[in-house]
């Protein structure tokens, strides 16, 4: 008793009030706690004192051993090799990546936007300008800024001049936005350089993205041949962004439980598929790679949980057991057995005889 009580002193208070209502007697939970010691000495996994004392179950740990899904995901980084163009016999050079123009994926990356989401994009310009001066202006006081907050500071007057006649264009030409680099040098008043300095600004912050695109014609003299021709550019507002200049929105819990149930379903989708194909399809972002995994993950876990508490319906009835489909087979009035004298033989009122 007296060892029993010095284990019991060693206790956390709130595990032990816990583990004497759940009636567990002060033995066993010293017991429990010189086990946790020896777990703690030896380097294994410790158990909480209320699964050694039987009052919960124990938790299948998700860090320790991925499912089957998550596990071909995670075997499966994204293709290293980047794409490379050629040069035509016309020595016309082609971006490697790009999409023919009328194709079907161009159609796809296109994304219409509407007047409420112009007039809040556009005022989130205003206000992503705004803060960057502000942690610029704090930066050359002293102040050290994060990562994302000097990606910020880049955000000049020039890429938000862009932006907006950007957004402007995706509005009026229902997210078709093609503009050459003529064209935006025309609507900025910019060089070729700062068009481009913009252009790469805009993308690493995450409000813009573009795909290349070339065409495919035929001349007399020069046959058929490829052109490189421009981009096609989208517009979005990250999440970060957002919150960090106060526009950030929660999402609603309908939305964001039909974004995880539809991350769950492209990550079984990229599971099933073969190898080649699954590293083809892998995002190269490893922010998107961990979703992907973690979503397949959090799938596995609900399927197995579903499987261990799966009540059965009472409008179905029992599955027959092979002593039952046995009876039903030689209680069957239809049944009919020849005798060796070609007498038919039933069963039934054989079965039923009394002696």
């Known amino acids: 008793m007296f060892h029993a009580q010095i284990g019991i002193a ?48 124990p938790q299948r740990r998700m860090s320790g051993a991925l499912s089957a899904t998550a596990s071909r995901l995670a075997g499966s980084p994204p293709l290293s090799r980047k794409p490379h163009g050629s040069t035509h016999i016309t020595r016309r050079p ?33 206000r992503m300008f705004e803060h960057g001066r502000k942690l610029a202006a704090e930066a050359r006081s002293g102040r050290e800024l994060t990562a994302e907050e000097h990606r910020l ?29 003529e ?37 007399q003299e020069m046959g058929a041949r490829s052109e490189q021709t421009s981009n096609l550019y989208r517009a979005q507002l990250p999440a970060w962004i ?34 080649v194909e699954r590293r083809r399809l892998m995002p190269a972002d490893p922010a998107q790679r961990a979703a992907l995994i973690l979503a397949a993950e959090r799938a596995a876990e609900r399927q197995h949980s579903e499987a261990l508490c799966r009540e059965c319906n009472p409008c179905t009835p029992p599955h027959p057991n092979i002593k ?27 079965l039923n005889m009394t002696p």
């Not at 194709?103 to 994009?121: G, M, Y």
């Not at 600004?201 to 995450?206: K, S, T």
């Not at 929660?250 to 599971?271: F, G, I, T, W, Y």
């Open 10 to 57: 060693d206790v956390p208070s709130a595990a032990l009030a816990e583990l004497r209502s759940a009636g567990v007697s002060d033995d066993d939970i010293s017991t429990a706690h010189a086990l946790q010691q020896r777990q703690r000495a030896a380097g294994v996994p410790v158990l909480p004192l209320a699964v050694l004392c039987g009052v919960r179950e």
């Open 94 to 126: 082609v971006w490697g990546g790009s999409v023919r123009t009328g194709d079907v994926a161009e159609a796809e990356f296109v994304r219409p936007v509407t007047s409420e989401q112009r007039k809040q994009l556009t005022h989130a310009c205003y």
């Open 153 to 181: 500071t880049l955000f000049t007057r020039s890429c938000r001049d862009m932006l907006i006649r950007m957004l402007d264009e995706l509005h009026y030409r229902k997210g078709w936005c093609n503009p050459s680099y």
């Open 183 to 219: 064209t935006l040098m025309r609507w900025t008043g910019l060089g070729r350089r700062a068009v481009h300095y913009c252009i790469q600004r805009l993308r690493d912050l995450g409000v813009v993205e573009w795909i290349r695109r070339y065409i495919y014609t035929r001349d």
């Open 242 to 275: 957002g919150k960090m200049i106060g526009l950030f929105a929660p999402v609603p819990a309908d939305e964001a439980q039909r974004r995880s149930e539809a991350l769950e379903q492209h990550a079984q989708m990229l599971a099933t598929v073969g190898a």
């Open 324 to 350: 039952s489909r046995k009876k039903e087979k030689w209680n069957d009035p239809s049944r009919v057995i020849l005798t060796p004298d070609g007498e038919p033989l039933n069963l039934t009122g054989k």
